[in-house]
């Protein structure tokens, strides 16, 4: 009875030793400042006015992250959207830009792309005060490692989760 117990208290305590070292390897790919930069060498002749970074974390289901930007009447907008920041071969994700927010069921569609880099004005005829943007992620397969003891043996059963942070941004700029 000792025995057992006090082999099912090690393997315990072993598994919550490793839980706090196996959770996961982090991999980023986030290129932030490079993003911007190349984002402001496309907003000419617009004065430039922000810029909004979404972090991604890739997972084995479909997301939809949504970013609200207000807008002016009678003010011409051009936006510059940046996904480099993402692992390369990673599934493209689609931009989508509307009129009204996602649970809206009367939300209007003005752009969509999947490009890497590109440049969006927004239309005269846009009437709202904010305009939504959203990013469509496709599911990603997760991957694992295995996980090793300090002598370098496999550890069974035990495997850190391959975590591939990105992001992608996108610059405001308005007419001048």
């Given amino acids: 009875m000792k025995k057992s117990l006090v082999t099912v208290t090690a393997l315990l305590c072993l598994t919550f030793f490793y ?3 196996v959770k996961q390897v982090v991999y980023g790919y986030c290129k ?5 930069e190349k984002c402001k060498k496309d907003i000419f002749p617009y004065r430039y006015d922000g810029f909004k970074h979404v972090n991604v974390v890739p997972k084995p289901y479909d997301q939809i992250k949504e970013v609200a930007i207000p807008i002016y009447e009678e003010v011409k907008y051009r936006i510059v959207f940046n996904q480099e920041g993402l692992e390369e071969g990673s599934p493209i994700t689609t931009v989508q830009v509307y009129d009204k927010p996602m649970a809206d069921k009367t939300k209007n569609l003005i752009y969509e792309s999947k490009e890497k880099h590109f440049t969006f004005d927004v239309p005269d005829d846009v009437n709202s005060t904010r305009i ?5 992620l496709p599911s990603t397969k997760v991957e694992f490692l295995d996980v090793e003891d300090e002598k370098g043996k496999k550890i069974e059963g035990l495997k850190r989760e391959i975590d591939k942070k990105g992001c992608m941004i996108f610059v405001v700029a308005f007419e001048n």
């Fill in 132 to 136: 939504f943007v959203n990013y469509l």
């Fill in 19 to 21: 839980s706090g070292k």
């Fill in 32 to 36: 932030k400042d490079y993003s911007l």
